[in-house]
């Protein structure tokens, strides 16, 4: 597995996508701060485009992968190699070097601009874990898409519309039930309808060190015991965590059974 | 000249009796006057009583005369949980440096630590009370002064606790430099006029950090109200001006930086509020000048519920709040005008400092969260994002006049 790690890592690495996605990190953290000059601006404009961008890239990039390495993913299944780790060493090769990208696209401006010296370290740290996971789940969702489709045109649509869901359509969907439903006690709800979402989930983690004032404005006891404690970061956390391993899970279980 | 003056000075003296030359009287353990009540009865008008540093277990004190009582080194009077501590029922009467503990709790009458009656020019300073139901207590009482004292109370519940220093129908009273934590109201005024709270600091209250109400022309500056249960709450009264104060970390449902209600003709200027659920929380409040505060981080920072006409905000600098403004209905009386707004995207193309689009400050977001509170948890989602522009293209939900007609492009300074 990690052979095969290896060298779609390294393989991506010296792409020239993966260069134009660090490029493009780095020009836009450092065009934020310059503009800014405010570490804490900048940091709530980066979590807009972190949650949307991060997952559309991730999505668009992995499939995009798995399609054009498919004759050398049929070339390593005639081999003696387990094929979990064929296609877990190709997606650990993307999601690696994609959050790499990020890390690093991100990270040089601002420890530039003196991170370490400001008091947003913290939700500086919080972003980019978000953005790595947000990575990690996106990538893993594309190669199940990818695994599942044959034709490229239907995978490729699909991952499109399975982003535009989780980014646009299910907030809608959701704003809309809380409004119909509003005479019932929905904090319950709400919460739960996060967690099924990451992007939401994501939003929320971010939330809970950016706009907790705003959070904690609500009458609810649920509500206050996520937001007003830690249990809000773990249950979060713990989330994005089941969130990144379930996929990964069928991802191995259909490659073990899939007929090529 | 001088002479004559001398003379003059010497007559008078012998007219005024030279009889009642102000006394010194000393109370400590192993002196004659052993009890601070003693004391003052032995004592003649204008003496002065000097405690020395000892435990003194006494309460219903009456001052009835007018002395000074001077605390050397903080002696503690300890009340034990027995009732009032210090009752003033006389005119020209200074405490200093005392250290005041246990006031008694009870139901049906307000124990103070320190209580004024219907006395004037009085000064109480240096004073540091602890465990305490009240703490330091005007009562019809004018031209006072309470400087400099420490309050640190471990209020629990709001029925079974007091309010650190309370003024009741008292005028012309100078409250600064004091620091007031952990009491059921930081500093209450009930029926007070002429106040001037000044430079004080009150914080982690069981419910208010200032709370007042029917309280005119009175004026709070440079004090600071930190972690409070529910912040400040200002009601009914007209012509204050708050200055230069800040609000910080209230947070909670019903928290606000200032909660003001029927509050006419005031001035909130150079205020900061900052992290708090809400900023400023607006009721049935016309004709007030908000200039130059800064709203840094709050939740909402201003709410503005009905009623609220004629007013002006102006040079306020409002910066990363998750809402700017947030009303609940179509009208709007209000004047903004050159804020900055750091949610502003404009540009400023003939570079004269102010933003060339007009800025809408309420999001139609904020409606939406006035309507079903649970979406809040949707804050700052994409499809919000989108929503929102569609609303600031052509507003349908929120005012349409309600816009800063010149949007400043740096922060005021």
């Not at chain 1, 359509?169 to 959701?174: H, M, R, T, V």
Request: net charge neutral; glycine share 6%; proline share 2%.
């Amino acid at each position: 597995m990690f052979k095969i790690l290896k060298y779609s890592f390294y393989d991506l690495i010296r792409s020239r996508w993966s260069y134009v996605y660090f490029l493009f990190y780095l020009l836009l953290g450092f065009v934020l701060l310059f503009l800014n000059n405010d570490i804490s601006k900048a940091i709530i404009t980066l979590m807009n485009v972190i949650i949307i961008l991060v997952p559309l890239i991730s999505t668009i990039f992995g499939i995009m992968y798995f399609y054009n390495s498919k004759e050398f993913t049929e070339l390593l299944l005639a081999q003696p190699i387990k094929r979990s780790s064929i296609f877990l060493g190709q997606y650990f090769g993307v999601a690696g070097s994609l959050t790499l990208s990020l890390v690093f696209g991100l990270g040089i401006p601002f420890v530039l601009y003196g991170l370490f010296k400001s008091d947003a370290i913290f939700d500086f740290t919080l972003l980019l874990v978000t953005g790595a996971f947000l990575t990690l789940i996106f990538t893993v969702l594309s190669f199940n898409i990818a695994l599942s489709n044959e034709n490229k045109i239907k995978g490729f649509g699909y991952a499109v519309l399975l982003w535009l869901f989780l980014a646009v359509i299910y907030d809608g969907l959701f704003l809309m039930s809380l409004i119909v439903f509003k005479e019932y006690p929905l904090d319950g709800f709400s919460l739960a309808a996060t967690m099924f979402n990451p992007i939401d989930l994501s939003r929320t983690l971010i939330l809970l060190k950016l706009d907790i004032s705003a959070l904690l404005g609500y009458t609810g006891a649920v509500f206050k015991k996520f937001f007003g404690t830690d249990q809000g970061l773990f249950i979060s956390m713990f989330m994005l965590v089941l969130w990144t391993v379930l996929p990964i899970w069928r991802l191995v279980i259909i490659s073990k059974k899939k007929d090529f | 000249m001088k002479q004559v003056v001398f003379l003059l000075i010497l007559i008078f003296n012998l007219l005024s009796g030279v009889s009642q030359q102000p006394k010194r009287i000393t109370v400590c353990e192993t002196c004659e006057l052993k009890s601070i009540t003693e004391a003052i009865k032995t004592a003649s008008d204008h003496d002065t009583l000097v405690i020395k540093k000892a435990t003194y277990k006494e309460y219903n004190i009456l001052v009835d005369k007018p002395l000074t009582i001077i605390g050397e080194n903080y002696p503690v009077i300890d009340g034990e949980d027995k009732g009032e501590i210090i009752r003033i029922v006389s005119d020209n009467v200074t405490i200093d440096g005392l250290f005041i503990i246990n006031v008694g709790t009870s139901y049906t009458s307000d124990y103070a630590a320190i209580r004024v009656v219907k006395s004037e020019n009085f000064v109480i300073q240096n004073v540091v009370l602890e465990k305490l139901f009240f703490g330091i207590y005007l009562e019809k009482s004018n031209h006072g002064k309470v400087y400099h004292n420490k309050i640190v109370g471990d209020a629990q519940d709001e029925y079974n606790s007091g309010n650190g220093i309370q003024l009741w129908y008292s005028h012309n009273i100078e409250v600064s430099n004091n620091i007031v934590q952990g009491a059921r109201d930081g500093i209450y005024l009930e029926f007070s006029h002429n106040v001037k709270i000044h430079n004080n600091k009150s914080t982690d209250n069981l419910r208010y950090g200032l709370h007042f109400m029917f309280s005119d022309d009175d004026v709070y500056t440079d004090n600071v109200f930190e972690n409070n249960g529910a912040g400040v709450a200002v009601m009914f009264s007209k012509r204050i001006t708050m200055k230069g104060n800040t609000f910080r970390k209230n947070w909670g449902t019903a928290a606000f930086g200032v909660l003001l209600k029927e509050i006419n003709d005031a001035e909130i200027i150079e205020n900061t509020f900052e992290e708090n659920t809400i900023g400023i929380h607006i009721e049935g409040s016309n004709r007030i000048t908000y200039k130059g505060n800064n709203f840094i981080k709050n939740g909402w920072g201003i709410k503005v519920l009905g009623a609220c006409y004629t007013n002006t905000f102006s040079a306020n600098n409002f910066l990363y709040n998750s809402f700017d403004i947030s009303y609940n209905s179509k009208l709007n009386d209000n004047v903004f005008d050159g804020n900055y707004w750091s949610n502003y995207t404009g540009y400023d193309l003939d570079k004269n400092g102010i933003g060339d689009v007009p800025y809408r400050p309420v999001k139609l977001f904020s409606y939406v969260v006035n309507q079903t509170p649970e979406a809040i948890i949707l804050l700052r989602s994409l499809f919000m994002d989108i929503i929102d522009f569609s609303e600031k293209v052509s507003p349908v939900f929120t005012p349409d006049n309600l816009m800063d007609i010149n949007p400043l492009m740096t922060k005021v300074q």
